[in-house]
């Protein structure tokens, strides 16, 4: 039997991590069922097949599955994935000075949206599809259009499938877009504070 394991997060979809997490969270299983059920999850192994693998072969699976799931991601806001290409929310990263946000340039229901789908992992392949739509234009200098936002409906299935570096590289952006955002809401609020202004 040959079995194919994940090299790195780019081999995992954001599917098979929300399976894990919630195969984490349970308190039911015993090590061995629980190992098992990871090999069914990050490998082409039904349930059955994993009892017929070697002990040898079940752990060195289970050290390659946990070494890509470690290794580090970076950003990156532009992928392909089953021929289509999806670039991520455009003018979503500006924040460089009082007369501009980070919020320039995206609607109020991808604002919602986002604020909504953020905190939950069984949610979100939601906000992936809000924060990454198919481009629909782009140029040799790297700049492109993507698709309108008309909800999540449309994407939300089928970016379960993203790869897991591709999701965490644009948490992990989020993420410190977030902090920064309340750095920068803090330091205004201090300046108008010492002008006397009532916020």
């Given at each position: 039997m040959k079995i194919i394991l994940p090299e790195n997060q780019s081999d995992?979809?954001?599917?098979?991590?929300?399976?894990?997490?919630?195969?984490?969270?349970?308190?039911?299983?015993?090590?061995?069922?629980?190992n098992r059920r990871k090999l069914v999850i990050f490998t082409n192994l039904t349930f059955q097949e994993t009892a017929k693998v070697s002990q040898v072969d079940f752990e060195?699976?289970?050290?390659?599955?946990?070494?890509?799931?470690?290794?580090?991601?970076?950003?990156?806001?532009r992928f392909?994935?089953?021929?289509?290409?999806?670039?991520?929310?455009?003018?979503?990263?500006?924040?460089?000075?009082?007369?501009?946000?980070?919020?320039?340039?995206?609607?109020?229901?991808?604002?919602v949206d986002t604020e909504k789908y953020n905190s939950n992992l069984d949610d979100i392949h939601k906000l992936m599809a809000i924060l990454f739509r198919p481009i629909v234009n782009s140029d040799s200098f790297g700049n492109y259009e993507i698709a309108e936002y008309n909800g999540t409906a449309e994407w939300c299935e089928y970016m379960k499938q993203t790869p897991l570096n591709i999701v965490k590289g644009a948490l992990f952006f989020f993420t410190n877009l977030s902090t920064e955002l309340e750095n920068y809401i803090l330091k205004y609020t201090s300046q108008a504070q010492a002008k006397g202004m009532t916020i």
């Amino acid at each position: 039997m040959k079995i194919i394991l994940p090299e790195n997060q780019s081999d995992i979809t954001l599917e098979q991590e929300q399976k894990y997490t919630k195969l984490l969270e349970r308190t039911d299983l015993d090590i061995y069922s629980a190992n098992r059920r990871k090999l069914v999850i990050f490998t082409n192994l039904t349930f059955q097949e994993t009892a017929k693998v070697s002990q040898v072969d079940f752990e060195d699976c289970l050290s390659q599955i946990d070494k890509a799931l470690s290794q580090e991601v970076k950003f990156l806001n532009r992928f392909k994935m089953n021929g289509t290409e999806f670039g991520f929310i455009t003018n979503f990263d500006k924040l460089s000075s009082e007369e501009q946000h980070a919020l320039d340039g995206i609607s109020f229901g991808e604002f919602v949206d986002t604020e909504k789908y953020n905190s939950n992992l069984d949610d979100i392949h939601k906000l992936m599809a809000i924060l990454f739509r198919p481009i629909v234009n782009s140029d040799s200098f790297g700049n492109y259009e993507i698709a309108e936002y008309n909800g999540t409906a449309e994407w939300c299935e089928y970016m379960k499938q993203t790869p897991l570096n591709i999701v965490k590289g644009a948490l992990f952006f989020f993420t410190n877009l977030s902090t920064e955002l309340e750095n920068y809401i803090l330091k205004y609020t201090s300046q108008a504070q010492a002008k006397g202004m009532t916020i």
